[in-house]
């Protein structure tokens, strides 16, 4: 009997280890970049880099997780953190790192550090490696403060709720509140969304965000329809708009985003091309200070997990800041590189 009740408490431990461990996951993508970027001042050129670049793209590791603490309630967890494979940055980032809890009838909370409200309806974007944004580059960085709209952000000192799902309603609700943190960085704020999506094929989502991604409010809205699923066109096309109204900007700033991408089967292995044009109207709030960028690529998926690049774009933007004067900036990059997930 002693022997038996040693076995039995044996395998209830390591059901139950089985059940607490996490998941370990992450990305390594690797690109060669050419870039060739430019700023023309009130005095002339004023900004020239024409090389190749071997860029890390959000390149990370995580651990994720959750364990029953009630027949109806779980414990959910995750610390992912991004790094440099090509070592230009040795330290590791913190991405979404938050502990929380899952429970059926009130929905899910997560607190630590979360990607804002606006991301749970941003399904556009379909650009990869170094044009995989709305924001900022960080190679861009050099050449002016900001090339395209206003983006979502992970926010420090947060929660956010997601709401259960409802027979019947597809709807997916979500509310952040963050408040200032150890630091005291002013990360006060809070954020709305909701998306709508039947799984017909067809998206909407809409979205307020109040002084957590820029010091002011941002209302997103976006909507996309996979055309494969109403006749023979393995395309799915996505818009994005958006208003920025920056607490010390003279001018709301105003994003538009539209992108295509279409699935090709007539290759060994799947493979999918793409296009994406981002446009902002007074940048950072500043009047008169605009952008346009087109980028347009395509990926081979050797496995669901292996994934070959090949993207070429090109963003212009006029009366921007560099160095204490405004002037025109032009960035074109052509790239290709090489993803594994696990």
Do not use: C
């Amino acid at each position: 009997m002693k022997k038996l009740l040693l076995v039995t408490a044996i395998a209830a431990l390591s059901v139950s280890a089985a059940q607490a461990a996490p998941t370990i996951y992450g990305k390594a993508f690797l690109a060669a970049d050419y870039v060739n970027a430019e700023f023309d001042g009130p005095t002339g050129n004023m900004y020239d880099e024409d090389t190749v670049e071997i860029n890390s793209h959000a390149s990370r590791i995580g651990f994720k997780g959750s364990e029953a603490m009630t027949a109806n309630t779980d414990v959910i967890y995750r610390l992912e953190y991004g790094t440099s494979l090509d070592g230009d940055n040795a330290t590791f980032s913190n991405r979404d790192t938050y502990l929380g809890i899952n429970n059926k009838q009130f929905g899910e909370f997560r607190v630590g550090k979360n990607q804002s409200s606006l991301a749970r309806i941003d399904n556009v974007v379909v650009n990869q490696g170094y044009w995989d944004n709305l924001g900022q580059n960080k190679n861009e960085g050099e050449v002016v403060a900001a090339l395209n709209m206003a983006d979502s952000n992970r926010i420090a000192s947060s929660i956010i709720w997601t709401a259960p799902k409802y027979d019947g309603l597809p709807l997916q609700l979500s509310a952040m509140y963050s408040s200032d943190d150890a630091n005291n960085n002013d990360n006060a704020g809070f954020g709305v969304a909701m998306l709508f999506d039947q799984g017909t094929g067809f998206t909407a989502g809409v979205a307020y965000d109040k002084d957590q991604n820029i010091n002011g409010d941002i209302i997103r809205g976006t909507a996309t329809v996979d055309l494969g699923k109403y006749m023979a066109a393995p395309v799915t096309l996505g818009a994005l708009y958006q208003v920025g109204d920056y607490d010390y900007g003279s001018e709301k700033e105003k994003g538009l985003v539209i992108s295509a991408q279409m699935g090709l089967n007539n290759f060994a292995y799947p493979a999918a091309v793409y296009a994406q044009y981002n446009n902002t109207t007074n940048l950072d709030g500043d009047d008169n200070a605009d952008s346009d960028q087109i980028v347009v690529g395509g990926k081979y998926m050797y496995k669901d997990n292996i994934i070959a690049h090949a993207y070429a774009g090109v963003n212009s933007a006029d009366n921007v800041p560099y160095m204490g004067t405004r002037g025109d900036a032009d960035v074109v990059v052509v790239g290709t590189g090489l993803e594994y997930l696990f």
